[in-house]
């Protein structure tokens, strides 16, 4: 049975940056496409980033390019989110996803979600 669990969340200051995992298990990683999602308190959940099967594509939101950046460790069977910059408006739950697809420049993911891990974005 395939689990994610996510890890890495925490207090940050405005500015700083914040790396999040995700690892995998029951199953492999590789050759699938993977997505992360955050979701922050009264708000619907926002799709953050999204890797294509080849990993020659990544997908951002627009609320966060230029500043996190996802990837990969297949030999780990982990992802990734290197957050920088960050500001209190990315205060949610961060969750990966297994499964993801960009319909009209918006990120939705098809498979199973991990648990979350908070991120506090305060001074």
């Known amino acids: 049975q395939a689990k994610l669990v996510e890890s890495g969340g925490g207090l940050v200051q405005p500015g700083g940056s914040l790396r999040l995992s995700c690892a995998a298990s029951?199953?492999?990683?590789?050759?699938?496409?993977i997505g992360w999602f955050r979701q922050a308190p009264g708000k619907e959940r926002e799709g953050v980033s999204c890797?294509?099967?080849?990993?020659?594509?990544?997908y951002y939101a627009d609320s966060v390019k230029g500043r996190f950046t996802a990837s990969r460790d297949n030999d780990k069977n982990t992802m990734y989110l290197q957050m920088a910059s960050v500001k209190p408006e990315d205060t949610a739950n961060y969750h990966c996803a297994l499964g993801c697809m960009v319909v009209n420049g918006e990120i939705w993911s098809f498979g199973s979600w991990g648990p979350g891990t908070p991120v506090t974005v305060s001074s």
């Open positions: 890797i294509n099967r080849s990993d020659d594509n990544i």
């Open positions: 029951g199953l492999s990683l590789e050759n699938r496409s």
